[in-house]
């Protein structure tokens, strides 16, 4: 079930992602200490890819996905996305 309220992921998971577009590939960084997976959804809701993340940072692969937008959510379950353009 896709989440239906989007909270300020900067004042709870301080969850950052560039560069501002994202080409290939998007730098995350986050402070949350339990983030486990980073779950990456279209505009339509849709998962497109699922990401399993250690530590408070990652490089995350965006190729072969076409250009928009996108929102980043923290773990699959949570409300907690930071919104990734994709060049």
Known sequence: ??????????????LKAFPVPA?????????YPNVHNLVLRDGAGRIVRTYVVTGH????????????????YVNENTNAAQKIIKQ
């Not at 080409?23 to 402070?31: D, F, I, L, R, T």
């Open 1 to 14: 079930q896709l989440p239906t309220d989007i909270v300020n992921t900067e004042e709870l998971y301080e």
């Open 57 to 72: 940072a990652a490089l995350l692969d965006m190729s072969g996905l076409e250009s928009g937008i996108y929102l980043l």
């Open 23 to 31: 080409g290939e590939s998007v730098n995350v960084q986050w402070s």
